[in-house]
């Protein structure tokens, strides 16, 4: 057990910059302290995103409460929660157990590889938290305030959450190592390892859409969940079990079935717990090992002038960006994840949807002018915040790291390589944008002109989050790094943008609501308004931007 919590440390200081703080207090307090003023600016920033949320859970409590369904919202939030740490934790788990540079040194010590993984397996599970939490707290705090429980309500619902993401990030670590130890010895074994995540949340969505179709309710049975108590509970939460046992667990305590479903909250737990730390020291190093074997390559290099192909500066440096990029998967991973799951998350609750539903909701687009454009204002903001959370922007020039040198003799403009970098970054959110622009045309039935006017304002949106974490990255790069994923994980630098990004996102459904309600615009004067202010902002950003490139790229320093 020491040897585990001395790993378990080593991984927390890796991760988190603990000792790095220590560092900074002890010699360089300046430093300190700013690196101190981003925790309140970060809160700060949540604000208006947990108020978003809260919000919406009260709208829903308010139609729950007359029929009894109150407990329906944590139900809500456990599935949501769970679901989100399966399937978004496939990619992370992969990353943090087969891609990180300190395995180099971990591997060859005298520990099991069970010790290994559980310290790496209990740092995702703490970084999981950080996510799990805005979306189960402001449900239980709107239970809690409207439904006055007991003090032990509040006891267990804190151990229910500490609990949450263990069961699906179990899960998809035991998928991660097995799919690691068969593509150990393929060829193009990083195209198969991605594919195959893609593939498991396939076939995860695959079987809770047939599981769905077998057990499709008909109107007398959704009639009898209603007339239950909670009994919409059990229609929420049957796609995932933990996720029920959670919620009756919480709803019954102290009764004895609150303790029958909290046992198989736990046990459960325990028991995937328990298969992944008997497999690690089977499984982990057959996949890890295997995996770092390459062969070399025997294709002939030909240069001379009838092969080579000039190109401008801007194709060329382009390239540049794009290959700085795919050269690590710890670079390639979390711009896959934003960019595909999108879209997927959207179109799963579709496929979910009866016939009736897929038809009413088609309906309520086409006459309900104002649903459409709320539909518009939640895609765009969507697409906006997803290009900060997949980091291209915020690690343009960070992930150059010592190379950067290069970037400072070039006999290129700084103003070009910028403009190459902000490129690379937008053609992301752009192929996002197509793709659900597509889902929209073909299952919704959206009309053209209002795609076309999501398109704008999420094109728009897009451009000014990017603009302004690369010039974040600008003003403050990290070029010290020794591991790629100290560049997207301990990067103070992508935690501004994606807290601001979601404070911006905040700020403006708020805009949003005053001018529907308070100012009473129509719907397109709102989203003209929107796009104006975007646009403005936009300029400014721009302006800031490329204003200072010429000076900050002589500042920087190796």
């Not at 179109?347 to 309900?368: T, W």
């Not at 889902?439 to 990017?466: R, V, W």
Request: aromatic letters at 14%; hydrophobic letters at 55%; one cysteine or more.
């Amino acid at each position: 057990m020491k040897t585990f919590w001395a790993v378990l440390k080593t991984q927390l200081n890796q991760t988190f910059g603990f000792s790095y703080f220590r560092y900074l207090y002890k010699n360089s307090r300046p430093r300190f302290f700013r690196r101190l003023a981003f925790v309140p600016l970060m809160l700060l920033a949540l604000v208006p995103l947990l108020k978003l949320i809260t919000d919406m859970y009260r709208m829903v409590f308010e139609v729950l409460h007359p029929l009894g369904q109150d407990a329906l919202i944590f139900a809500l939030a456990f599935v949501l929660s769970q679901s989100l740490a399966l399937v978004f934790g496939l990619f992370y788990l992969m990353s943090h157990f087969y891609l990180a540079k300190d395995l180099d040194i971990l591997v060859p010590l005298p520990v099991k590889p069970s010790v290994i993984l559980g310290a790496k397996f209990l740092i995702v599970v703490i970084s999981e938290y950080m996510v799990m939490l805005p979306i189960v707290l402001p449900a239980l705090f709107v239970y809690g305030v409207n439904t006055g429980p007991p003090w032990t309500f509040w006891i267990l619902a804190s151990f229910i959450s500490l609990l949450l993401p263990i069961f699906p990030l179990a899960l998809s670590s035991i998928f991660v190592m097995l799919l690691m130890k068969v593509t150990s010895a393929a060829k193009g074994r990083g195209v198969m390892r991605v594919a195959g995540a893609f593939f498991g949340i396939f076939i995860f969505t695959a079987v809770q859409w047939l599981q769905y179709r077998f057990r499709k309710s008909g109107p007398q049975d959704m009639s009898d969940l209603i007339a239950g108590p909670n009994g919409l509970v059990h229609l929420v939460t049957r796609k995932f079990p933990p996720s029920l046992w959670a919620a009756e667990g919480l709803l019954h305590f102290p009764k004895p079935a609150g303790f029958y479903y909290l046992a198989l909250f736990t046990g459960s737990t325990l028991v995937i717990t328990a298969v992944l730390y008997f497999l690690a020291d089977r499984v982990f190093y057959k996949g890890l090992i295997g995996g770092n074997e390459v062969s070399a390559k025997r294709k002939k290099i030909v240069t001379n002038r009838e092969t080579c192909k000039a190109r401008s500066p801007f194709q060329a440096l382009f390239i540049r960006e794009w290959r700085n990029l795919t050269r690590s998967a710890s670079f390639l991973m979390p711009v896959l994840v934003n960019t595909l799951m999108f879209p997927l998350a959207l179109v799963v609750p579709v496929i979910f949807a009866s016939g009736e539903n897929l038809a009413g909701l088609v309906n309520k687009i086409q006459a309900d002018i104002w649903f459409r454009y709320i539909v518009i204002f939640i895609a765009a903001g969507l697409i906006t915040w997803l290009g900060a959370a997949n980091s291209i922007a915020i690690t343009a020039l960070s992930r150059e790291g010592q190379t950067f040198w290069i970037s400072k003799i070039l006999p290129v403009s700084p103003f070009l390589q910028v403009l190459s970098k902000l490129a690379l970054a937008f053609v992301f959110p752009l192929f996002l944008t197509g793709l659900v622009l597509l889902g929209e045309a073909l299952l919704l039935h959206f009309p053209p002109g209002h795609l076309a006017m999501q398109a704008l304002l999420a094109m728009i949106g897009s451009l000014l989050i990017m603009g302004f974490s690369l010039h974040l990255d600008l003003l403050n790069p990290k070029l010290d790094w020794t591991d790629p994923q100290q560049v997207m994980k301990r990067n103070y630098n992508a935690i501004i943008s994606v807290f601001s990004t979601m404070g911006f996102i905040g700020l403006n459904a708020g805009f949003i609501v005053f001018l529907a309600q308070e100012a009473d615009l129509s719907p397109s004067l709102t989203y003209l308004s929107v796009t104006v202010l975007w646009l403005l902002l936009l300029g400014l950003i721009t302006w800031l931007l490329f204003s200072r490139v010429e000076t900050c790229y002589r500042k920087i320093e190796l």
